[in-house]
């Protein structure tokens, strides 16, 4: 089955700098590779997502990018404010419809 | 906007009771889940429903979990006889269609079981 990894567990950055979070998965027939973003005690929200047939997303402070080829995908955020302070978790579906989730990076951005 | 709503908020219960955890899906969503999520880890799949039977489930999901939709709003799911480490969020989601489309999950229903 699927196999999403996330890279960094945890990311601490300062107001206004960038955030890079990291995703692997294994199953090359994976097309659908969503964003949520966790607030403590919150359900997950999904911020962005991209699919197979484009390389790069973007919306506002936030853009995902997608390596097929090398089968991973990572998540921008640019001028971090300190709302954007969250755990992060990346996905991935199988053929069917299952999504399987990285371990989530808890993201602090400090003012 | 649209949203999937979950009851109850939080359940307490005793090892080897019974729990059903309901969800009311979106109205036109015709793909239902639950996922499941310990404190402090990531989110794991359950199980996906389609047209009133399982399309997917994990293997989380064993004889002590099911699923059913008794009416046209409803999507419940029933742990028969609760351990201690069955203690997690329950996420509901459904989504329009199946594979490459949004979920769109409820707020959740913590389940402690003592």
């Known amino acids: 089955g699927e196999n999403v990894e996330q890279h960094p567990s945890t990311l601490s950055v300062q107001e206004g700098d960038s955030a890079v979070i990291k995703c692997t998965y294994s199953?090359?027939?994976?097309?659908?590779f969503p964003w949520y973003k966790q607030e403590l005690g919150k359900r997950p929200q999904l911020i962005i997502d991209i699919r197979s047939n484009v390389g790069e997303k973007k919306d506002q402070r936030i853009a995902v990018t997608l390596n097929k080829t090398a089968k991973h995908f990572s998540l921008h955020i640019t001028e971090t404010q300190p709302e954007d302070s969250a755990v992060y978790f990346c996905a991935a579906n199988n053929a069917g419809n299952m999504l399987t989730f990285g371990g989530g990076t808890r993201l602090m951005v400090k003012p | 906007e649209p949203e999937v709503t979950q009851t109850p908020s939080h359940q307490v219960t005793q090892m080897g009771q019974e729990v059903i955890l309901r969800c009311v899906p979106i109205?036109?969503?015709?793909?239902f889940y639950w996922y499941r999520q310990i404190l402090g880890q990531k989110v794991e799949f359950l199980v996906s429903f389609y047209n009133n039977e399982i399309s997917e489930k994990s293997e989380i999901f064993d004889d002590q979990f099911s699923v059913e939709r008794p009416d046209g709003s409803n999507f419940t799911l029933k742990i028969r006889s609760t351990k201690l480490e069955d203690s997690a969020m329950y996420f509901c989601a459904s989504s329009e269609v199946p594979g490459a489309n949004v979920l769109t999950f409820g707020a959740g229903s913590r389940l402690t079981v003592l």
């Open positions: 199953d090359s027939a994976s097309n659908y």
């Open positions: 109205s036109n969503h015709l793909y």
